[in-house]
């Protein structure tokens, strides 16, 4: 860290040469402090905790005392021996359950590197296949991909031929709003930003990202003076438009031999990452205060979620199904929608649409220039080639980019008065319909058609085969409505997918709970077969990353739900807790869920629903949600009288205690004033935990 202190301050005009001087500085360094060193690879499994110095020196004790006991063959000496190798026995036993230690508190959120971890642990690590090592191979990879981009392109061309055209969308937003340039970036807020990143490691990298956050403070005024020279000159350097895509098996069961198997998965240089950061948080704070962004895009917005979308779209399913009117949602699957995305079409939506014109404007067009890919596998790569269209995959920016290229979309659906949610280039449209009125389904079908020709203007591909029809609503009512969406070549499904949540007709969630007790069933076996390695808050760690995280996501949707089917849940949670303490199946769970301090899956429901409640009227939630929850004012003010009530909907049957705004309500309204009326989020939660406990255990 001192040495890359001690580096001489940049001295270039142009962004370009300010990164190279940069990296060759940091080079330099390195070489002198960590010179590369060629070492053979060794096919027996890393154990790296016996290598540090501590079990170094325990080792060497261990051997000398068996050597002096094997040359005198005296007991005293067979006796040292034995206290030696016990040391050292409990010695790499504490070094192993701290080296997993480690990794799981470096990782606490990340659940893809502790999932790495255990599958290494439980399974044999996977061999990358030796007819993929080469750099033909890899130049067949970057060429198959590039090809598919093409063709897909090429099919919407010819589509857009056979679509009519579209009357020309007007943004809504005040002319007046606009973005001229950034905010220049000073040494405080660059350090938050590179804490705030994932350290993923590309092989295009300098020095690694994990150590790049240890030595931020060090290179801290470099770091400024590149990111203010790019955003001065409204330039991106080039090296850091560059793409390493690795091909990645969809299926481990797939033919390793067949290209279409794979996926590729992109990575940028770490620095890239980090100017794309701070241009986000900037272009985000510009599009949220001006009200730019498509209320009902959840994709990659602060407090917005795959939750939070998917309540307020079933809310609204189950306030028709009480009212006695049926709904039909339509789940749309857009062919590789972040790769065709056109950027002529693109940079006009952002200075039309979204309103960036000057120096930021010449920064976007700049950053999606001239920007390339090569496929690397292991230590081959391909040549390198052009990515002529598309956001940038693995980029902070691509999302948030294709955000609001499909701004004009919500004003068609809107247009069109069909209800939609939105999270990235995910897109379901639903509309209520009285059982015997088709009315509703040929506006639906008119709405799919401008859709379609819609996507087709802008480069984009909807896949009608994985296009997703289902219905709710009176069984038998539906089936009537199920046979003419077939008609008019809508096949309605039994039960649909949406957003990694199994949803079916009856809202029942029965599939969604027989697929989360599989899932935690088995990473539960697997950390069970790993628990001695390592320290029981470690284990509760992995239980919390791998158990506890799919009992809890989208729980928001099961209020209501049966109490077989919260038992179901409620055992996972059990069997986690016995793991955790290896309690017997024998002993009586409760007081062991108390001394975890967890509360039973009902309870963390509704603590789920509240936390939202109470983020959505202090103005943390998403609109779509606030707009649910209506705060009740009384004709007449009384001094006894609760202001943070919020009005219960009145509804007629179970579907509609059920729906959100109506159990939220009512769960609120419950809470003591002195609860709902904190000021911080964080006092919310523990004061919420608090009451839960003392209802589920006292």
Not at 101 to 115: C, D, G, H, M, Q
Not at 245 to 268: E, G, Q
Not at 660 to 673: D, E, H, Q, R, T
Request: glycine share 4%; aromatic share 8%; with cysteine.
């Amino acid at each position: 860290m001192e040495a890359i202190a001690m580096t001489p301050t940049l001295s270039a005009e142009t962004v370009d040469d300010l990164l190279d001087e940069y990296n060759r500085n940091v080079c330099n360094v390195i070489d002198v402090v960590a010179p590369i060193k060629t070492k053979r690879k060794s096919n027996t499994q890393k154990t790296p905790w016996r290598r540090t110095e501590i079990m170094q020196n325990l080792k060497s004790d261990c051997r000398r005392a068996e050597r002096k006991w094997r040359s005198t063959k005296l007991q005293i000496h067979l006796e040292l021996y034995k206290i030696s190798l016990r040391k050292f026995n409990d010695g790499l036993f504490k070094a192993r359950q701290q080296y997993f230690s480690e990794i799981i508190a470096k990782n606490v959120n990340n659940s893809r590197t502790l999932f790495s971890v255990i599958e290494k642990l439980t399974t044999p690590p996977d061999q990358i296949a030796p007819e993929l090592l080469s750099a033909g191979k890899c130049n067949e990879f970057a060429v198959y991909f590039n090809e598919k981009i093409q063709s897909i392109r090429s099919n919407i061309r010819t589509n857009q031929q056979n679509h009519k055209k579209l009357e020309q969308l007007q943004p809504l937003r005040d002319e007046s709003t606009t973005m001229l340039e950034f905010i220049t970036v000073n040494p405080k807020t660059i350090e938050e930003t590179v804490q705030q990143l994932n350290p993923s490691t590309c092989c295009l990298d300098t020095i690694p990202s994990n150590f790049f956050k240890t030595v931020v403070k060090s290179i801290v005024t470099d770091l400024c003076q590149i990111i203010n020279c790019s955003f001065q000159s409204g330039t991106v350097p080039k090296s850091l438009k560059v793409a390493a895509v690795k091909p990645l098996l969809k299926k481990r069961t797939l033919d390793a031999s067949i290209l279409a198997n794979y996926r590729p998965i992109s990575n940028l240089p770490f620095m890239a990452k980090i100017i794309e950061k701070v241009v986000f948080n900037q272009l985000s704070q510009f599009l949220t205060f001006n009200k730019i962004f498509d209320k009902f895009q959840s994709g990659f917005r602060s407090h917005h979620s795959t939750e939070t979308a998917l309540i307020k779209v079933i809310n609204d399913i189950r306030l028709n199904t009480d009212s006695g009117k049926l709904s039909v949602l339509i789940l749309l699957d857009l062919s590789a929608a972040f790769d065709t995305v056109d950027h002529t079409i693109l940079l006009h939506r952002l200075q039309t649409w979204v309103g960036l014109n000057g120096k930021v404007m010449q920064w976007f067009k700049s950053y999606l220039e001239e920007r390339s890919y090569f496929v690397s596998i292991g230590n081959f790569e391909s040549d390198r080639l052009p990515m002529s269209c598309g956001v940038p995959q693995g980029s902070v920016l691509g999302p948030l980019l294709f955000n609001l290229y499909m701004l004009p979309l919500g004003q068609i659906l809107q247009n069109c008065k069909v209800d939609y949610q939105s999270y990235a280039d995910d897109t379901q449209l639903y509309l209520s319909l009285n059982p015997d009125d088709h009315g509703p389904i040929e506006v639906l079908c008119d709405c799919l058609e401008k859709v379609n020709c819609w996507m087709s203007e802008n480069f984009l591909q909807l896949n009608h085969d994985k296009t997703e029809v289902i219905v709710f609503g009176n069984k038998e009512k539906r089936t009537a409505v199920s046979n003419y969406l077939e008609s008019r070549s809508l096949k309605a499904k039994d039960q649909v997918k949406n957003l990694g949540v199994l949803i079916d007709s009856d809202l029942t969630f029965s599939s969604q709970i027989k697929s989360i007790t599989k899932t935690a069933f088995y990473h539960l076996k697997n950390i069970s077969r790993v628990k001695g390695l390592m320290a029981q808050k470690d284990q509760e760690k992995l239980v919390h990353a791998f158990i506890s995280s799919r009992l809890d996501y989208c729980n928001g949707l099961l209020t209501g739900i049966p109490q077989k089917s919260i038992k179901q849940l409620q055992l996972v949670q059990n069997a986690a807790a016995r793991v955790l303490t290896r309690t017997k199946r024998s002993e009586h769970i409760t007081p062991v869920l108390k001394s975890l301090h967890w509360l039973p899956v009902s309870l963390r429901i509704d603590f789920k629903v509240l936390l939202l409640v109470y983020k959505s009227v202090n103005g943390f939630g998403p609109e779509y949600i606030s707009d649910m929850l209506v705060r009740y004012e009384p004709s007449r003010s009384l001094r006894s009288m609760d202001t943070d009530q919020i009005v219960e909907p009145r509804v007629h049957s179970k579907h509609g205690d059920a729906a959100f705004s109506c159990y939220a309500a009512k769960k609120w309204n419950k809470l003591p004033a002195e609860l709902k009326s904190v000021s911080n989020v964080n006092i919310f939660k523990s004061k919420l935990k608090a009451l839960f406990f003392s209802t589920a255990y006292d």
